[in-house]
């Protein structure tokens, strides 16, 4: 059986033992470390690691060092969940054998990969390890921008932010397309278990990865991950960011329970208006002009019918 | 969860494809991960069904591309156990950038490659585009010219990529239909006998260990990235080929079937001589002997040992040839053929140099004919008799329409 970590408060959270280190390239202010964090804390047991190609993997393996006191393997940006679905494969052909050299332990093989490398280039091998069932967690370390090669647009850069690639200019309000529902995508595998994350939410965040550590199957986390390198805020302000990005809903946290069931579980005391988790950022700043308000108010009516379905699917009990 | 063995005759028939199956279940692969393409999909299927009926136990994982075939056997091979898959054609070149990053992580998977021609125009028959594609990806390529040698060449692939002297990946060509699908004796071992010869798979770096946590695939730039791979091809230069001997010197001793790293025929005194692979071998030996009863001192070298690439035995192989063509199987797309410029660099600080003249033949499958190599033997000899070369240097055998040349 696996073993579930009792965790009281945040402190002793965050006195965990780690398995990901604080030595790490990433930029000061990134969530990515602390969703990370937050995901490995939730478990005492083994880890087989994965991370595709992007910031956190070129930011905590550069040879000779390496920030994982856990197995891990990067192969490339596409692939990061068949190498842990790889992984988990050998160890249940040596567990069938007799051949693992701890057969005791039972430890959770977990693939971390970027919003590029899952809603786009890594999309069609997430889709495959979904499907065949393997007992794998994917986490996206979703950013909405390729950041880690300077602010592309990805399939999860949100509509209206100004990228490398899709820049807010003189006769262009930067990105056309709304973000795809990746969260459902999954769901729709008919997995045992998807749900979106937020690092501010940890005690919903450990909650949700021990339930998926738990299930039998694979399972598919959404981490959203301010960035404050493309998503220009201060670094001090990440966990402000990541409150915004819950509380005004345009992240909502909720799970979806066998491809089916739905339960949010999060709802904001005070919901905070579209518009100040948009101001909040420079990669939005352009929005605020009067020609583009109408993107500000249309984005809010889009967020309002999310919630609206979302309650109505928790509602519905299907 | 146990398997049973298979009770198997002295001498089978099988095709290619299956001769490299019954490899894979004697070898008893910890994972397989797979994508069938033509004209390799008898290989997964065929370990499917061993799977099915109990003479098979590990994971078989049925991926959704043949890239995702070898992201998952690299998995499988960083967390510690025999690994192995097959493919073909586009599916190899689906597969390229994985290729590149199984050996640059050391890992020692077998690939099964039933060469194909590559699209467009989209074909499926054999020729060996696929296998020059990956000639540069670092791993380890053995060549088989029939379903015995697809048979006993995948167990010399596992005895050298696993040895932990070497861990780099082998793959084991043969060629698409002539050999995969062509029915021949094959001289078999038993389950035991087989399974002895490559021996329990002993785990390096391996990440199931949980005692000792590892990081695989790590990131190197211009401080380290060219030692990396300066060292891999220096393994590949000077610890593979010693390797590959003594596994074939055993393989002799346990089954009296004997492979060299270049497989000369009729060469000791020949003036004449074919270089080439896959199926043509057998044929040029064939085409050979006759064009000795003709008076024609003619003879072949086969490319056993593709990478590393066997310098010194090329050069010892036609230290003694006076005119040699080489037969490229694969477009050779703006260049004089792969085959050609390596035995040219092969030669040419030899002080006695023979005539080099390079054809390109049986793109998408195109029959390569005796009458083709007896032609071509008689044209080495007008060059031997003539002291130098009398044809333009690249010419395209068996193509319609006008005679094609050039250089």
């Not at chain 1, 609206?308 to 699917?313: F, G």
């Not at chain 2, 099964?112 to 696929?130: C, E, I, Q």
Request: proline share 4%.
């Amino acid at each position: 059986m696996s073993e579930m970590k009792k965790i009281k408060n945040l402190k002793e959270f965050s006195t965990s033992a780690d398995r990901f280190e604080g030595a790490n390239l990433l930029c000061p202010g990134c969530a990515h470390s602390i969703i990370v964090r937050e995901v490995l804390n939730a478990t005492n047991d083994d880890l087989v690691l994965s991370a595709s190609t992007g910031c956190l993997e070129v930011c905590t393996a550069v040879y000779p060092y390496t920030s994982w006191d856990a197995s891990w393997i990067h192969i490339g940006f596409e692939n990061g969940s068949t190498a842990v679905a790889g992984a988990e494969s050998m160890y249940k052909a040596l567990k069938t054998k007799g051949r693992l050299k701890q057969p005791d332990r039972n430890p959770k093989f977990v693939s971390f990969a970027g919003d590029g490398a899952s809603y786009d280039i890594g999309f069609q091998w997430i889709s495959g390890c979904m499907e065949r069932g393997h007992n794998i967690m994917h986490v996206v370390l979703d950013n909405e921008v390729y950041a880690n090669t300077g602010g592309q647009r990805s399939s999860s850069t949100p509509i209206g932010g100004s990228n490398t690639t899709t820049p807010a200019g003189r006769v262009s309000y930067g990105e056309k397309k709304t973000k795809k529902d990746m969260v459902s995508i999954m769901a729709s595998h008919g997995i045992p278990y998807s749900a979106q994350v937020a690092p501010n939410k940890w005690k919903d965040m450990v909650k949700k990865i021990q339930h998926g550590f738990s299930v039998d199957g694979p399972v598919f986390i959404n981490a959203v991950s301010p960035c404050t390198t493309e998503w220009k805020f201060d670094p001090k302000d990440t966990m402000m960011l990541t409150d915004l990005s819950t509380d005004s809903l345009v992240f909502p946290l909720y799970e979806i329970i066998d491809g089916h069931e739905l339960n949010i579980t999060y709802r904001p005391k005070t919901v905070v208006p579209v518009e100040e988790y948009l101001a909040a950022q420079g990669r939005f700043k352009h929005l605020f002009k009067d020609e583009y308000k109408y993107l500000i108010k249309e984005w809010q009516e889009r967020v309002d019918a999310q919630w609206a379905y979302l309650n109505r699917r928790e509602e519905a009990r299907v | 969860m146990a398997f049973d063995k298979m009770e198997l005759r002295d001498i089978e028939v099988w095709d290619g494809n299956h001769a490299a199956a019954q490899a894979l279940r004697q070898c008893q692969i910890d994972v397989v991960a797979a994508y069938p393409i033509t004209p390799s999909t008898p290989i997964v299927e065929g370990y499917a069904k061993f799977l099915a009926d109990g003479y098979v136990e590990g994971e078989f994982v049925l991926v959704e591309s043949e890239h995702a075939a070898m992201s998952g056997c690299i998995g499988a091979a960083a967390a510690g156990g025999r690994v192995a898959t097959a493919t073909s054609s586009q599916g190899y070149a689906l597969m390229v950038e994985t290729l590149y990053q199984a050996s640059g992580m050391r890992l020692p998977i077998v690939l099964n490659v039933v060469n194909r021609a590559l699209a467009a125009p989209l074909n499926v028959n054999g020729d060996h585009s696929d296998m020059y594609l990956g000639r540069d990806s670092g791993w380890i390529q053995l060549n088989a010219y029939c379903p015995q040698d697809a048979y006993d060449l995948n167990f010399i692939a596992f005895r050298v990529a696993e040895d932990h002297g070497v861990r780099l990946p082998c793959m084991v060509h043969q060629d698409g239909f002539m050999t995969s699908h062509t029915a021949q004796g094959v001289k078999t071992m038993t389950d035991d006998v087989a399974y002895s010869f490559v021996g329990d798979f002993k785990p390096m770096n391996d990440m199931l260990d949980f005692e000792h946590p590892v990081t695989h695939g790590v990131q190197t730039e211009e401080d380290w990235h060219f030692e990396h791979k300066a060292r891999q091809h220096n393994d590949l230069m000077t610890k593979v080929m010693p390797k590959v001997q003594a596994a074939f010197d055993d393989f002799e001793k346990l089954t009296g079937r004997k492979y060299n790293i270049v497989e000369k025929y009729d060469m000791d005194d020949a003036d004449v001589a074919v270089v080439c692979m896959g199926t043509s071998v057998e044929t040029a030996r064939e085409v050979a002997t006759e064009m000795r009863a003709k008076g024609i001192k003619a003879g072949v070298v086969g490319i056993r040992v593709i990478r590393p690439f066997p310098f010194f035995e090329i050069q010892e192989a036609l230290k003694g040839a006076k005119a040699i063509a080489t037969l490229d199987r694969s477009a050779p797309g703006g260049a004089p053929g792969m085959l050609f410029n390596e035995m040219a660099g092969c030669l040419f600080n030899l002080d006695k140099r023979p005539l080099l003249s390079g054809k390109i033949y049986g793109l998408g499958g195109r029959d390569l004919t005796k009458k083709h190599l007896v032609d071509l033997y008689t044209e080495l000899q007008a060059n031997v008799d003539a002291g130098k070369v009398l044809t333009p240097l690249q010419q395209f055998i068996g193509v319609r329409g006008p005679k094609l040349s050039f250089l």
